[in-house]
């Protein structure tokens, strides 16, 4: 896949096409990895691989951009305007002297990015199967500045299977959601939780109070919440 400039305009001149012709391009010129029943909207995606599983979707005005990998599992979501951006691996500069750093956003089967999120992929984002990043304003954010070393440093964000995040969190380096747990909205989580079945919550967030394993969300088997 072609970055940039050039990668991005490439996509938008695909978008007259019916979604059929435009899907046989993408898979055999670009060499997209599109199952039966998936589908991207009149969105942009830019990554050295893409794969989406059988009924997963990418809704519209979505710009996804130096990506080494997209990988959405079956009836995976990304909504609308979501701005998804990574650093290439090969790039001058910044993150040189990490060598397993991951620029990729992996959706597990019936996972949710809803609409107008920003999520850096500087390193791997990974959203577990059921989860939900919900609302809108959300801030998924795997690079900062380390201020003793003063540079650039990165790490993986994880959102566990059945995962909730609620409208306008932030979501630092190195940061894990467990499964089954809840990150209430307008929360900072920058560390990696450990306990499961959790309402975490403030800046920044920590345990509040313990959630009831047998809650329906959290044992569902389709993903789209009614």
Known sequence: MRRGLPGIVAQLLLWPLPWRLRRAVLRRGLGFRIE???????????AGAVRLGAFSRIGHLTLVRD???LELGEHAVIGNLNKIAGVPRD???AFGDEPDRDPSLVIGRHAAITNSHLIDCTNRVEIGAFATVAGWGTQ???HGIDIAACRQRSAPVTVGPYGFV??????LKGAVLPERSVLAAGSVLGR???QSCILYSGVPAGPVKPLDPASLYFSRTVGRVA
């Open 36 to 46: 039966d029943g998936a589908r991207i909207g009149f969105s942009v995606v830019c």
């Open 166 to 171: 609620g409208t306008r969190c932030v979501l």
């Open 67 to 69: 990506l080494a990998r």
């Open 192 to 194: 990696a939780e450990t």
């Open 140 to 142: 998924i954010l795997t």
């Open 91 to 93: 790039a001058a500069g």
